[in-house]
């Protein structure tokens, strides 16, 4: 997988790593890293499906138990 727009970098996630006490080479950091955006990427898309209008919510059977008067 590439993330074409990646912020954080190689070096930095190495860098990060290393201060919380795991060593990683080049090729380990660009799989955490890209294990990392894809859980990113999917939890985003979680939120948007959560958002999306729900056509249950808007039922007619709502309309046939409400009784004018």
Request: avoid cysteine; proline fraction near 3%.
């Amino acid at each position: 997988m590439n993330f074409i727009e990646r912020k954080v970098s190689v070096k930095r996630a190495i860098s990060v790593l290393a201060k919380n006490g795991i060593e990683v080479d080049d090729s380990e950091a660009s799989v955490i890293l890209d294990f990392l955006y894809l859980i990113a990427k999917n939890y985003s898309k979680k939120e948007e499906v959560e958002n999306a209008h729900n056509p249950k919510e808007r039922s007619n059977s709502l309309k046939s138990t409400i009784i004018e008067p």
